[in-house]
Nanobody, 121 residues
Framework: QVQLVESGGGLVQPGGSLRLSCAAS????????MGWYRQAPGKQRELVATIARRGTTTYADSVKGRFTISRDNAKNTVALQMNSLKPEDTAVYYCTAGITDRSLGFVTAYWGQGTQVTVSS
């Protein structure tokens, strides 16, 4: 069984920084794209950033220049460095990855449980 576990959320003042981390574990054969989504209260879940296995990245326009996604393929981890945080960045952040489980043999999208990020003074 495959699991994604996030860490690093919390309360930060506007203009501050946070770093989210996500570790994949379990019966992993390979990991394709990894990414972060977020969901604010009363809003739909939205894409924040993605990173391909070879490092190609994409970002939502709202976070370009402020957030940086990175991954460590050897450790099966993905991180999101968030700088210049704004109150509108407040949301639950979810890690996701396309993972081939050794026992299943095909790619499935897995999700973490989410971590709360609150930007407030």
């Amino acid at each position: 069984q495959v699991q994604l576990v996030e860490s690093g959320g919390g309360l930060v003042q506007p203009g501050g920084s946070l770093r989210l981390s996500c570790a994949a574990s379990g019966s992993i054969f390979s990991i394709n794209a990894m990414g972060w989504y977020r969901q604010a209260p009363g809003k739909q879940r939205e894409l924040v950033a993605t990173i391909a296995r070879r490092g190609t990245t994409t970002y939502a326009d709202s976070v370009k220049g402020r957030f940086t996604i990175s991954r460590d393929n050897a450790k099966n981890t993905v991180a999101l460095q968030m700088n210049s945080l704004k109150p509108e960045d407040t949301a639950v952040y979810y890690c996701t990855a396309g993972i081939t489980d050794r026992s299943l043999g095909f790619v499935t999208a897995y999700w973490g449980q989410g971590t709360q990020v609150t930007v407030s003074s």
